[in-house]
């Protein structure tokens, strides 16, 4: 049974690149105890904005794939959406407020964990910071990891860290996109989402309890997500001079591949994107910026996961998005032409 072990740190401003938040430190472990400290992280020491740079660089990287979505409306959302929607959506973001918000997401983590067995748990952050005007709650769990070090008497034993390379949970709402959705009509809904968040495993494995605890959804936007992956595909190829007399073959393959997924229901992930682009490019291309051709694709792939274009690492094709590419239509008065193109 997991249970929690709480700590804050303290209060300060972090500030990178006209960028600022606020930090603060939890744990989740097996050890059956609660201990609470008084003060926030201090933001302004070093240490503690290099932790929040390299969690804040690396959410959404390789390894670390982003699945983007809203809360849950029904009964699976629980009392964290509210929580968290009520200290961006209201007027009180001070610190007491933002340390009440924690405390009520680690009791719902400790709740949820405790009916798995097998989370392992590790040390929650959490940080309400600006970027360019954008405000957002970002919640993430680090884990511990073991390394090795030399000793004054240059023996080596071991040294446990944090592992900052991969992230196990975490989640990041959008206070803006929250106030866009809540205004938009049911049908524009369909293709916003004001969330992101990650999970080793899943929503069924042992790391779940992490997002069904928060109410995150998968969201629906298949329609922007497939267009978005068709498009930007093409876009990759025609602006390498290397790729651009390839676009039109990688397009006409990914949404032959596109097809089929809708015919047989199935979810489309990056890493079949992926793999569909790596195959597509010639034997003698050299990638710009001296790295290899995995690495070109990956950045790429990155980007279609970033929140640019909000692409999920899973989703579903959209029929009405692939239709768009695969039929041809023209109308005038008296008469209306379609061409369907077959693979």
Not at 253 to 270: G, I, Y
Request: hydrophobic letters at 35%; one cysteine or more; a negative charge.
């Amino acid at each position: 049974m997991g249970s929690v072990d709480e700590r804050l740190g303290t209060r300060g401003e972090y500030v990178k690149q006209n960028n600022c938040a606020r930090v603060g430190k939890r744990k989740i472990t097996a050890n059956p105890r609660k201990v609470i400290a008084k003060e926030l992280l201090d933001s302004a020491d070093e240490v503690v904005q290099k932790l929040f740079s390299e969690i804040h660089d690396v959410y959404g990287k390789k390894y670390n794939n982003t699945q983007y979505g809203v809360f849950f409306e029904d009964e699976r959302r629980g009392d964290v959406p509210d929580m968290i929607e009520a200290y961006l959506g209201g007027g009180d973001r001070s610190d007491e407020a933002f340390i009440e918000l924690t405390k009520g997401v680690m009791g719902a983590l400790y709740n949820t964990a405790a009916g798995q067995g097998a989370s392992s748990g590790g040390y929650v952050v959490f940080t309400d910071y600006t970027v360019d005007a954008h405000s957002y709650f970002f919640v993430t769990m680090i884990k511990k990891t073991p390394g090795i070090t030399i000793n004054s008497g240059l023996r080596a034993e071991e040294l446990m860290h944090l592992d900052l390379k991969k992230l196990h949970q975490g989640a990041r709402i959008s206070a803006s996109r929250i106030a866009d959705y809540k205004d938009a009509g049911e049908e524009v809904k369909q293709e916003l989402n004001y969330l992101n968040f990650i999970a080793s495993g899943g929503r069924s494995g042992a790391s779940g309890y992490f997002i069904s605890a928060l109410g995150c959804s998968s969201g629906s936007a298949s329609l922007k997500a497939t267009r978005s992956v068709i498009n930007e595909t093409r876009r990759f190829f025609q602006q390498e001079p290397q790729l651009n007399r390839y676009k039109n073959i990688v397009k006409n393959e990914l949404v032959e591949f596109l097809a089929r997924k809708v015919e047989d229901q199935e979810s489309v992930s990056l890493t079949e994107i992926r793999h569909i682009i790596i195959s597509n490019v010639p034997a003698d291309f050299v990638a710009p910026e001296e790295c290899t051709l995995e690495e070109y694709v990956d950045g790429f792939i990155e980007r279609l996961n970033s929140e640019e274009f909000s692409i999920p690492y899973e989703f579903s094709a959209n029929a009405s998005a692939v239709k768009s590419f695969t039929h041809l239509k023209a109308e005038a008065d008296g008469w209306k032409l379609t061409l369907i193109r077959l693979f």
